[in-house]
């Protein structure tokens, strides 16, 4: 027995234009979702579902029964995604000469990246934060913290100097 799209497809096949309508209303908000799981995209996947029906519209492709209507129709959606999928990544691949450049690059960015002193690994997030002091390598709030108590202890004598001064007088 012939589901509901089936019967609206043979239906369309042969002059109901009504069969088409019946086959988007029913099938496209399942379609849509379906082929989203593959672009993550809502709005590409309603681009591709509407190809699809427009697909099944013109070249109007010979349906059996070996599986359900459903099943035919996502697969005639899921190619079609994968083919968009195939097209848009040859337009976005680079050349040859592209990826010599790129490569070049990448050794001269690893090149000067060598010579920048850091702490730790590439993703030590301390490493903006670090000096070179006498050929150590410092974190800067250390620093914050160790230069005020080295100040203030190099300082102290002089302190207490002017101290016990103005307290003579």
């Known amino acids: 027995m012939e ?21 988007v209303n029913r099938y496209k ?11 993550s995209d809502i709005h590409l996947a309603e681009d591709l579902a509407e190809d699809t029906f427009f697909k099944l519209m013109v070249k109007k492709p010979r349906y059996t029964n070996k599986y359900t209507f459903q099943a035919w129709l996502y697969a005639i959606g899921r190619n079609l995604t994968i083919d968009y ?14 990826l010599e450049l790129l490569l070049a690059e990448k050794e001269t ?8 002193p850091l702490v730790g690994s590439s993703s030590d997030i301390f490493r903006t934060n670090t000096f070179c002091i006498f050929g150590k390598y410092v974190w800067s709030p250390y620093l914050l913290l160790v230069v005020p108590i080295l100040i203030g202890v190099l300082c102290m004598p002089f302190a207490a100097r002017g101290w016990s001064k103005r307290l003579r007088t």
Do not use: C, M, W
């Not at 589901?3 to 086959?23: M, P």
């Open 3 to 23: 589901d509901n799209g089936a019967s609206s497809y043979h239906r369309f096949l042969e002059g109901d234009d009504n069969g088409i309508v019946d086959i």
């Open 85 to 98: 999928i195939r097209r848009r990544t040859k337009l976005f691949s680079p050349s040859d000469d592209d």
């Open 29 to 39: 908000d399942g379609l849509i979702l379906y082929l989203n799981q593959y672009v």
């Open 109 to 116: 960015l690893e090149k000067s990246y060598i010579k920048i």
